[in-house]
Protein backbone atom coordinates (compact mmCIF):
# COMPACT_ATOMS: atom_id res chain seq x y z
CA UNK A 1 0.00 0.00 0.00
CA UNK A 2 1.56 3.48 -0.88
CA UNK A 3 2.90 5.50 2.11
CA UNK A 4 5.00 8.39 3.20
CA UNK A 5 8.26 8.20 4.60
CA UNK A 6 11.24 10.64 6.23
CA UNK A 7 11.47 13.54 4.41
CA UNK A 8 15.35 12.74 4.66
CA UNK A 9 14.45 9.22 2.77
CA UNK A 10 15.48 6.16 4.69
CA UNK A 11 18.57 5.66 6.64
CA UNK A 12 20.58 2.73 8.24
CA UNK A 13 22.20 5.79 10.85
CA UNK A 14 19.43 6.97 12.47
CA UNK A 15 19.59 10.10 14.91
CA UNK A 16 17.55 12.15 16.57
CA UNK A 17 15.68 14.72 14.55
CA UNK A 18 17.40 13.53 11.14
CA UNK A 19 14.07 13.34 9.47
CA UNK A 20 14.88 9.76 8.07
CA UNK A 21 12.95 6.92 8.41
CA UNK A 22 15.13 3.82 9.67
CA UNK A 23 16.07 0.76 7.47
CA UNK A 24 14.76 -1.85 9.77
CA UNK A 25 12.66 -4.35 10.51
CA UNK A 26 10.78 -3.05 13.33
CA UNK A 27 8.16 -4.98 15.90
CA UNK A 28 4.43 -3.62 15.80
CA UNK A 29 4.36 -2.65 20.18
CA UNK A 30 1.13 -0.76 20.87
CA UNK A 31 -1.02 1.98 19.75
CA UNK A 32 -2.85 5.03 20.50
CA UNK A 33 -6.09 6.51 19.26
CA UNK A 34 -7.99 9.10 19.88
CA UNK A 35 -11.77 7.91 21.06
CA UNK A 36 -13.35 10.92 19.54
CA UNK A 37 -12.30 10.16 15.97
CA UNK A 38 -12.24 6.73 16.02
CA UNK A 39 -15.03 5.32 18.54
CA UNK A 40 -15.20 1.51 17.31
CA UNK A 41 -11.04 1.15 17.65
CA UNK A 42 -11.92 0.00 21.38
CA UNK A 43 -13.36 -3.15 19.71
CA UNK A 44 -10.09 -4.04 18.69
CA UNK A 45 -8.61 -6.91 20.67
CA UNK A 46 -4.82 -6.13 20.57
CA UNK A 47 -3.77 -2.88 22.69
CA UNK A 48 -4.91 0.17 21.27
CA UNK A 49 -4.99 3.10 23.94
CA UNK A 50 -7.04 6.04 24.35
CA UNK A 51 -4.75 8.82 23.83
CA UNK A 52 -6.20 11.40 26.47
CA UNK A 53 -3.55 14.05 27.50
CA UNK A 54 -0.49 11.80 26.23
CA UNK A 55 2.56 12.57 24.61
CA UNK A 56 5.66 11.19 23.49
CA UNK A 57 8.76 12.57 25.13
CA UNK A 58 11.57 13.42 22.31
CA UNK A 59 14.33 14.83 24.68
CA UNK A 60 17.44 12.57 24.18
CA UNK A 61 18.71 13.91 28.26
CA UNK A 62 15.14 12.98 29.60
CA UNK A 63 14.68 10.00 31.72
CA UNK A 64 11.71 9.02 29.77
CA UNK A 65 13.13 9.41 26.63
CA UNK A 66 11.21 7.77 23.61
CA UNK A 67 8.27 6.69 26.15
CA UNK A 68 4.64 7.73 26.75
CA UNK A 69 4.30 10.84 29.10
CA UNK A 70 1.38 12.17 30.51
CA UNK A 71 1.07 15.97 29.61
CA UNK A 72 1.40 18.37 30.76
CA UNK A 73 5.09 17.12 30.50
CA UNK A 74 7.96 19.91 31.26
CA UNK A 75 10.75 17.97 28.94
CA UNK A 76 10.40 18.16 24.69
CA UNK A 77 7.49 15.75 23.57
CA UNK A 78 4.96 15.45 20.62
CA UNK A 79 1.96 15.44 21.36
CA UNK A 80 -0.31 12.32 20.81
CA UNK A 81 -3.49 14.23 20.68
CA UNK A 82 -2.93 16.77 17.52
CA UNK A 83 -5.20 18.67 15.46
CA UNK A 84 -4.88 17.51 12.25
CA UNK A 85 -5.86 13.87 12.84
CA UNK A 86 -2.02 12.86 11.80
CA UNK A 87 -2.05 10.89 15.48
CA UNK A 88 -5.61 9.87 15.75
CA UNK A 89 -4.52 6.35 15.04
CA UNK A 90 -0.77 5.58 16.00
CA UNK A 91 0.79 2.60 16.09
CA UNK A 92 4.39 2.40 18.05
CA UNK A 93 7.15 0.51 16.29
CA UNK A 94 9.86 -0.94 18.47
CA UNK A 95 12.55 1.53 17.51
CA UNK A 96 15.28 2.61 20.01
CA UNK A 97 13.07 1.09 22.87
CA UNK A 98 14.14 -1.78 24.47
CA UNK A 99 17.24 -0.73 24.83
CA UNK A 100 16.94 3.06 24.58
CA UNK A 101 19.78 4.70 23.38
CA UNK A 102 20.01 8.60 23.94
CA UNK A 103 19.84 10.30 20.53
CA UNK A 104 18.94 7.29 18.44
CA UNK A 105 15.55 8.88 17.33
CA UNK A 106 12.34 8.57 19.00
CA UNK A 107 8.55 8.55 17.89
CA UNK A 108 8.66 6.05 15.06
CA UNK A 109 5.35 5.15 14.21
CA UNK A 110 3.22 4.50 11.73
CA UNK A 111 -0.16 7.15 11.50
CA UNK A 112 -2.00 8.72 9.56
CA UNK A 113 -0.75 10.36 6.16
CA UNK A 114 -1.17 14.06 5.24
CA UNK A 115 -2.84 14.69 2.01
CA UNK A 116 -0.58 13.59 -1.07
CA UNK A 117 1.19 11.83 1.38
CA UNK A 118 3.87 14.34 1.87
CA UNK A 119 6.86 13.09 3.87
CA UNK A 120 7.04 12.55 7.58
CA UNK A 121 9.80 13.56 10.72
CA UNK A 122 10.52 9.94 9.89
CA UNK A 123 7.80 7.94 10.48
CA UNK A 124 5.42 5.58 8.31
CA UNK A 125 2.11 6.98 7.44
CA UNK A 126 -0.44 5.50 5.40
CA UNK A 127 -4.24 6.89 4.52
CA UNK A 128 -6.64 6.86 7.37
CA UNK A 129 -8.73 4.03 5.11
CA UNK A 130 -5.84 1.84 5.19
CA UNK A 131 -4.73 2.49 8.75
CA UNK A 132 -8.91 1.63 9.30
CA UNK A 133 -7.79 -2.08 7.36
CA UNK A 134 -4.35 -2.02 8.98
CA UNK A 135 -5.46 -2.57 13.31
CA UNK A 136 -7.72 -5.02 11.92
CA UNK A 137 -4.75 -7.47 11.23
CA UNK A 138 -1.85 -5.67 13.37
CA UNK A 139 -0.53 -7.61 16.75
CA UNK A 140 2.16 -6.86 18.57
CA UNK A 141 4.94 -8.35 16.92
CA UNK A 142 4.51 -8.16 13.73
CA UNK A 143 7.12 -6.91 11.72
CA UNK A 144 7.06 -4.09 9.60
CA UNK A 145 9.98 -3.31 7.10
CA UNK A 146 11.30 -0.74 5.53
CA UNK A 147 13.18 -1.17 2.31
CA UNK A 148 15.47 1.49 0.25
Known amino acids: ?3 A ?11 EGDGKTPLAAM ?20 MLRAAHNLGWCDAPLDQNYNRAVTR ?3 ASH ?11 CVIVLNWNMQPR ?16 YKPTEGCIAVSKRDM ?12 IKTIA
Open 78 to 88: ETLTRDDGLYD
Open 132 to 143: MRLVKVLKPGLR
Open 1 to 3: MPC
Open 72 to 74: PYG
Open 27 to 46: EVLFGFYRHECWPLMSRQKW
Open 101 to 116: AKNYGSAIFMHIAREG
Open 5 to 15: LGKSGIGILKR
